[in-house]
């Protein structure tokens, strides 16, 4: 077989561009200290190394959500241990007030300070960690509780029930008698109220013979509207008996009924807030009605009434709910911790899981140094060697064969 001199040069420049393309290979894989750098390097290690980089993605997305839900558990274990303290000065400060030793002017004074407790605990059941609330569920951008009107029956009646609505706002509570019996929205109904603890009195009538009947107190600022056809008796102060009830602040809870979740596995989600109603009670917004027993906001709001109007029989009353409702929160508060230590753990797993798969991935993908010098050594040689003859042979002409 005959070959000619352009099948020489060709094969010469064919061997040239394979042992430099092998020389750049490795030349790169040096550079990189990886031995694929690109799918057609070693397509099959190239599909178990996007199958790991797409698992350990999904392993972040979960150690991210355990640390997401450390930050929101810690900080309200934190907070929820303050509300503890303060529940303790506030159910001394009702047994206090249950006491039957204190005027009533003392009594206030004591209302005045259970308000403060009030306040302090709104704060945190408020708190917020970056823009997420930590108590309002899966509503994490609406702070869950504000204050709005609410009463406490503190006479024979009216039942909670005969209210209709509430409108203002209210600084101090506001003490109501009425003054004479009679069906609302039927009859002239007087009433007297207090704005200053029952040391002044200002007098009002809703007339129910008016067209259309009145139904609604007014009571500095705030109204009172009450259900047609309630039927009320005047108060009488000497047996304690007939109408009497006190418009004070209650805690309308504006957050969701569930908690928000992330998921911290494939078959695993961990809440990462608390349902404010089930940890502090107060009022649903949708009846106006205050959540089950045990009701801890409502519970001081009642306190806060009765030491209004110097019942100690009626803060007494509210002990118990108060006591019920400041364990329910304790309970919740272990709930809390009990989370918190879960996000923790399942983050220490994803984080050695991560490693190992990390170290999959580099065994995958990463080049040995030694292998990659003595290789580097060995191409660099056959290129220069393939170089050299070439060089050789592109160089010949006719003449060397005379």
Do not use: C, H
């Not at 304690?240 to 989600?269: C, H, P, W």
């Amino acid at each position: 077989m005959r070959v000619s001199t352009a099948q020489i040069y060709d094969q010469s420049m064919t061997n040239v561009s394979r042992s430099l393309a092998d020389y750049m290979n490795v030349s790169n894989q040096v550079a990189s200290q990886k031995k694929i750098n690109v799918p057609s390097d070693d397509p099959a290690g190239m599909g178990n190394v996007v199958n790991l980089r797409s698992y350990d993605q999904t392993l972040e997305d979960y150690y991210n959500n355990t640390q997401y839900a450390k930050s929101l558990l810690g900080s309200a274990d934190g907070l929820l241990s303050e509300a503890s303290e303060i529940m303790i000065s506030a159910k001394e400060q009702a047994e206090q007030g249950a006491t039957g030793t204190y005027t009533d002017d003392q009594q206030q004074a004591m209302a005045v300070n259970m308000m403060g407790y009030q306040d302090s605990l709104l704060a945190i059941a408020n708190s917020e960690m970056g823009d997420d609330y930590l108590f309002s569920g899966e509503a994490t951008n609406t702070a869950p509780y504000e204050y709005v009107p609410g009463v406490t029956i503190t006479g024979d009646g009216p039942d909670e029930s005969d209210f209709a609505q509430f409108t203002g706002e209210l600084d101090d509570p506001v003490i109501v008698e009425f003054i004479s019996d009679g069906t609302i929205g039927t009859d002239a109904v007087d009433y007297r109220y207090s704005l200053d603890g029952g040391s002044t009195w200002l007098a009002g009538t809703m007339d129910g013979t008016a067209t259309p009947p009145d139904t609604t107190m007014e009571l500095g600022d705030v109204s009172v509207e009450m259900n047609a056809g309630t039927a009320v008796t005047a108060y009488d102060s000497d047996s304690k008996t007939g109408g009497q009830f006190v418009v004070r602040n209650s805690l309308q809870y504006n957050g969701a009924d569930e908690a928000m979740a992330v998921g911290i596995s494939e078959s695993t989600e961990l809440e990462v807030n608390s349902v404010g109603s089930e940890m502090f009670g107060g009022v649903d917004p949708d009846t106006g009605e205050p959540f089950s027993s045990p009701n801890m906001f409502e519970a001081i709001s009642d306190s806060i009434a009765y030491m209004w109007i110097g019942d100690e029989e009626g803060t007494a009353k509210t002990l118990e709910t108060i006591d019920a409702g400041y364990n329910q929160m304790l309970i919740e508060t272990s709930n809390v911790g009990a989370r918190e230590e879960k996000a923790d753990f399942t983050g220490q797993s994803l984080s050695l899981t991560r490693e190992r798969v990390s170290s999959a991935i580099s065994d995958e993908e990463d080049a040995d140094t030694t292998q990659l010098t003595i290789e580097l050594s060995r191409t660099e040689y056959i290129y220069n060697a393939v170089l050299s003859s070439t060089s050789n042979v592109i160089s010949m002409s006719i003449m060397n064969y005379l």
